[in-house]
């Protein structure tokens, strides 16, 4: 396994591209694929940007190996126990790769 890790493709509305990245960052031997939790894409307010939840969630579910997790977590745009309930949740469907 190498030290490096990518971003999950978050800006578009395609989710076969965070399977493709998640498919990817497994077979390359790849430590970890992270998110973050910007609401709107940089540079395309109106552009579509999947979600933190949605996309850690995808990215756990179709990989066995690779370490998940989030670059950034707004906690002021959720109430605490949001955030913590994603946390475990990520961490569950994960098995303990977060």
């Known amino acids: 396994m190498t030290a490096l890790s ?3 493709p978050q800006f578009g509305s395609d989710p076969s591209c965070l399977r493709g990245a998640a498919e990817f960052a497994e077979s390359a031997g ?3 694929l992270y998110a973050f939790d910007h609401l709107v894409p940089m540079g ?3 552009g579509p940007v999947f979600d933190l939840a949605a996309t850690l969630g995808t990215v756990a579910a179709c990989t066995s190996r690779v370490t998940v997790g ?3 977590m707004r ?3 959720r ?3 949001e955030s913590a309930a994603l ?3 990520i961490r569950a469907i ?3 790769r977060t």
Do not use: C, K, Q
Request: hydrophobic share 45%; charged share 20%; proline share 4%.
């Open 94 to 96: 994960a098995a303990g």
């Open 87 to 89: 946390a475990r949740s």
């Open 44 to 46: 395309r307010p109106d």
């Open 30 to 32: 790849l430590r970890g």
């Open 6 to 8: 990518i971003t999950a």
């Open 70 to 72: 989030s670059m950034i």
């Open 75 to 77: 906690v002021g745009v």
């Open 79 to 81: 109430s605490v126990e």
